[in-house]
């Protein structure tokens, strides 16, 4: 009877394992090669900004990887519509382009132009100022869970209305940093208290929470309202698909191809103002 058992036993195994290897092809359709534009000229406060860089690669398919789709050979320029003045980006034959002579001044309008596979991209930003922040310190008051640290913030929003800003939080050790924004719609010309948490997962119900010698890397953009729109629809769609949510759409940024508009590019040009903080969880 046993053998009978084990035999039986055999056999089910063999025909659930027979029937895991079935492959199934899945017919993902690829969409058009595009321009891919990372082209973020971030300014610190306090700095002379003057060495920027600016990234461009090609999209790829869903399912591939490993290849190299840096762009080399295009020519990139952002110009001061303001005075006039150019700033030539040397490629450094890596998909990057890199300039040391660029000059940032608040209020000004710059245009960024590439030409590339004998088509011209375009896009236009505003660099705005940004306010100081000021670090209060941490605290376990403000968050959704009374048990886990924050750090708290204040802002002083200028008395101009249609103030928009960008947070960037890294915790040291961790791969990916977290985002949030706002604008100053309701808190216009007023002190911001702001604080920063991090809860726990509620996928992995691995706790994630700063804890005393924690440190968290804090940079605080100004930016346009047009980036913030931009950044409010990839924010929500990096948060994942559920039962609520909007599916996912195909999101273009502000460069145009003047040359053939049906071939656009992804991606955005920003010019922001940004200040730096770090904090140490006591």
């Not at 710059?110 to 991209?121: D, K």
């Not at 700063?210 to 729109?229: A, K």
């Not at 039962?243 to 759409?249: G, K, Q, R, Y």
Request: proline share 4%; aromatic share 14%.
């Amino acid at each position: 009877m046993k053998n009978i058992r084990f035999l039986i036993l055999l056999f089910t195994s063999l025909i659930l394992t027979t029937s895991c290897e079935d492959v199934i092809d899945v017919d993902v359709q690829n969409a058009n090669t595009r321009l891919v534009v990372e082209a973020s000229l971030d300014w610190e406060k306090g700095t002379a900004g003057n060495i920027q860089t600016i990234n461009l690669r090609t999209s790829t398919p869903f399912f591939e990887s490993g290849s190299n789709t840096s762009v080399t050979g295009a020519l990139v320029t952002v110009t001061d519509l303001d005075t006039g003045t150019e700033f030539s980006f040397v490629d450094e034959n890596n998909g990057s382009y890199r300039t040391n002579e660029f000059e940032p001044f608040l209020g000004h309008t710059y245009e960024l132009e590439i030409v590339y596979n004998g088509e011209i991209f375009t896009a236009k930003e505003n660099l705005n100022s940004v306010p100081d922040l000021n670090i209060i310190g941490q605290s376990r008051e403000d968050g959704f869970n009374e048990d886990d640290l924050e750090v708290n913030m204040k802002i002083q929003d200028p008395p101009e209305e249609g103030n928009s800003y960008f947070f960037k939080f890294w915790k040291q050790g961790e791969l990916l940093p977290y985002f949030e924004e706002f604008d100053d719609e309701f808190v216009n010309g007023n002190v911001v208290d702001w604080y920063f948490e991090i809860g726990e997962d509620e996928e992995t119900e691995k706790k994630e929470a700063f804890q005393p010698g924690d440190t968290v890397e804090i940079n605080f953009y100004s930016i346009s309202p047009e980036y913030l729109s931009y950044l409010r629809i990839l924010i929500n769609q990096i948060g994942g698909v559920g039962l609520f949510d909007s599916i996912p759409v195909e999101v273009k940024g502000n460069c145009v191809n003047e040359t053939n508009p049906e071939n656009y590019a992804y991606g955005y040009f920003r010019v922001t103002q940004m200040v730096k903080a770090s904090y140490l969880f006591e």
